[in-house]
């Protein structure tokens, strides 16, 4: 059974930080490319990051510079690290991992909140 758990989320103040984990199991990890998207209310669900395979990365242009994807495949665990957080970025996150052959699955998602 896939199951992609993600940690990490809450509330913080505009300019805080923020650093979310996606645990996987049930998947040989390494082989997927994770990622993380977004949707805020009313909103469409977006790409934020993206770490393939191989290591390389790419952001929405609106967290470039402020987030930062990484993974650890001895962990089976992608992160995100969120600096400086406005309140734009206010949204339920989902762990996404998708192999070559299209498997794809979702975590649950957690919520960040960014207010003053």
């Known amino acids: 059974q896939v199951q992609l758990v993600e940690s990490g989320g809450g509330l913080v103040q505009p300019g805080e930080s923020l650093r979310l984990s996606c645990a996987a199991s049930g998947i040989v990890f390494s082989i997927y490319a994770m990622g993380w998207y977004r949707q805020a209310p009313g909103k469409q669900r977006e790409l934020v990051a993206r770490?393939?395979?191989?290591?390389?990365?790419n952001y929405a242009d609106s967290v470039k510079g402020r987030f930062t994807i990484s993974r650890d495949n001895a962990k089976n665990t992608v992160y995100l690290q969120m600096n400086s957080l406005k309140r734009e970025d206010t949204a339920v996150y989902y762990c996404?991992?998708?192999?070559?052959?299209?498997?794809?699955?979702w975590g649950q998602g957690t919520q960040v909140t960014v207010s003053s």
């Open positions: 996404n991992a998708v192999n070559s052959f299209g498997n794809e699955y």
């Open positions: 770490i393939r395979s191989g290591g390389s990365t």
